[in-house]
């Protein structure tokens, strides 16, 4: 059981670029998260969705997008990174009878 | 905005000495869950408080809960050097989406 996974671990880009960040869950998890965590503070809800085939908007959507694949894949696609999109970036996923959140090992984003 | 704010925003111990972090929140839970966080990983799951509990026991963590003061601690006795972590309260409002909102968190340093 290999939990929540995310890749890659680390990315650098400039401004401008695009990317996807992937993340996948084996737990049969309902609902999935993404996240960003900025030095010295706790994470921020950017996306979540709630089941396969719904997304919705968290507290940061801005300069964001996502797309559940299929249960056990959600992505979170930044179009045109910005300096301000540099994070640590965490996925999550949550069973539906259960109350914790399993976290994957985040993806450190810097954007130059 | 921070639903969860923490005090302090970091803590140097002795082992052996209880460590004893606080959290404030603004609005109505459903539940209060702590996590924490080792340098450069994920965040796992440590305990859940429903609103309707007082306090809860696990192993060397004790948590409270004080919904009209709107405020949780977490005590960690007997600290090890292997509890050196953040620690982050983080609420869960009871809506449909089952999102959780993160205080900034604590910084616990624990010297052996």
């Known amino acids: 059981n290999a939990g929540v996974t995310q890749t890659p671990k680390f990315q650098v880009l400039k401004t401008g670029q695009s990317m996807t960040l992937q993340c996948a869950q084996d737990m049969n998890h309902n609902s999935m998260y993404w996240y960003r965590q900025d030095p010295g503070m706790g994470l921020r809800l950017i996306y979540y969705s709630a089941s396969e085939g719904t997304t919705d908007k968290g507290e940061v959507p801005n300069g964001y997008n996502v797309s559940r694949l299929n249960k056990r894949e959600f992505s979170l696609r930044l179009e045109s990174a910005a300096p301000s999109q540099t994070s640590v970036y965490f996925c999550a996923s949550w069973e539906l009878q259960g109350y914790e959140q399993y976290f994957g090992p985040g993806t450190r984003l810097t954007v130059t | 905005s921070q639903q969860g704010e923490e005090d302090p925003q970091a803590l140097s111990i002795q082992e052996g000495e209880n460590a004893t972090m606080n959290c404030s929140y603004k609005?109505?839970?459903?539940?209060l869950q702590w996590y924490r966080q080792n340098s450069g990983r994920g965040l796992v799951h440590l305990i859940l408080?429903?609103?309707?509990?007082r306090e809860k026991h696990s192993g060397r963590l004790r948590v409270t809960l004080d919904t009209s003061k709107k405020s949780s601690s977490l005590l960690i006795t007997a600290s090890r050097a292997a509890d050196t972590a953040s620690y982050f309260c983080a609420t869960d409002d009871g809506t449909g989406r089952r999102a959780l909102t993160f205080g900034s968190g604590t910084r616990l340093q624990v010297q052996p």
């Open positions: 408080i429903r609103s309707n509990e």
């Open positions: 609005t109505s839970i459903n539940n």
